[in-house]
């Protein structure tokens, strides 16, 4: 089992995304705000984070940059409308497993899905676990 | 640095007489220089792991299981510093001299600095001039 937890104040955005990881074996956590989404990181460890584009005070990717100094460990892929270059120069530095774009298609889901697989095996992934 | 394992990302074969990476994550070895009571004991080299988009934490737990406690860097982005500042290694800072050994000398004569945050690549700061 993976474990994934999405940061949205909008569930609906992102529902179809959620629902095609939970089909391939991604439990799902949600939180409606980056001070949530901060909390619930500290006490559990995620494999995947993923944040929606907006926040309630800030931008997904200004979330990302604050969670990576403290959780530098967990995989991140951003909702943003950046193009691929701003999004590049935007992120440098973050290790951002993937931009995913506003209007989310089932391939973007299976792209990421593909992506996380690649990254937890060869990071010899052991499971979510309590901290 | 009196004894310990220091780590340099290396292009080709790599070695104490080799050349430095750019990119630690695009390294095709990493050279490891075995310290004991401040002088070299032992060289040898690993092949680095296949890089992949958001797999920066990939090098850092090679690098941890393989019981290196300092790293020297040209560049680095905020994400693997603080994964490796949490695996207990020491991230060193040259961005100028492209050979392993006078950077290994300097290290071992505590002449080398350690790396800051505001040095890593993106957000304005880090970059490096090596091959």
Known sequence: MTFALIVSSDKYSLLELAKTLEKNDVDITWAESSSDALSMTSNTMFDLIIADEFLENMTGLEFIKKIVPVNPMLNCAVVSSLSQGDFHEASEGLGILMQLPVQLKEKDADELLQRLKTILNLTHKTGAVEK | ?131
Do not use: W
């Open chain 2, 1 to 131: 640095m009196e004894n310990g394992r220091i780590a340099v990302p290396s292009a080709e074969k790599g070695g104490l007489d080799g050349t430095r990476s750019g990119h630690f994550g695009h390294c095709d070895v990493f050279t490891f220089i075995d310290v004991e009571n401040g002088s070299i004991k032992e060289v040898s080299t690993i092949p680095n792991q296949s890089h992949v988009q958001g797999g920066c934490m990939v090098p850092v737990n090679l690098l941890a299981e393989h019981k290196v406690n300092a790293l020297i860097v040209g560049g680095i982005g905020m994400r693997p510093l603080m994964g490796f500042k949490q695996a207990g290694i020491d991230v060193y800072h040259d961005s100028e001299r492209p050979e392993i050994k006078p950077v290994v000398e300097d290290l071992i004569a505590g002449k080398l600095s350690q790396i800051t945050d505001n040095q890593v690549c993106g957000g304005g700061g880090g970059g490096m001039n090596l091959a």
